[in-house]
């Protein structure tokens, strides 16, 4: 963004700037992150082969065929 404003910056002096922030991933993000894919890929018993493939619908309350409506176990 500095560099988009015109200022010269080098990169190191970035670096250190996100560091002084927190912002940088920890080193071995990248492994840790892939290691999780799998487990998450063990809960499905058909696990999507493609990106954004996995989806969920939460609701509380439904349109019945007879327009009524239907909500919880009562």
């Known amino acids: 963004m500095m560099r988009a404003d015109g ?12 560091r002084r922030r927190g912002l940088p991933l920890p080193s071995g993000f990248r ?3 892939r290691s999780w894919a799998r ?11 493609q ?10 309350e439904f349109e019945t065929a007879r ?3 239907g909500g919880s176990a009562r």
């Open 67 to 69: 327009a009524g409506s």
């Open 51 to 60: 990106r954004n493939r996995v989806w969920q619908t939460d609701f509380s």
């Open 31 to 33: 492994a840790d992150r």
């Open 7 to 18: 200022c010269e910056v080098s990169t190191s002096t970035v670096e250190r700037a996100l």
């Open 39 to 49: 487990l998450r890929k063990r809960v499905f018993r058909d696990p999507p082969r």
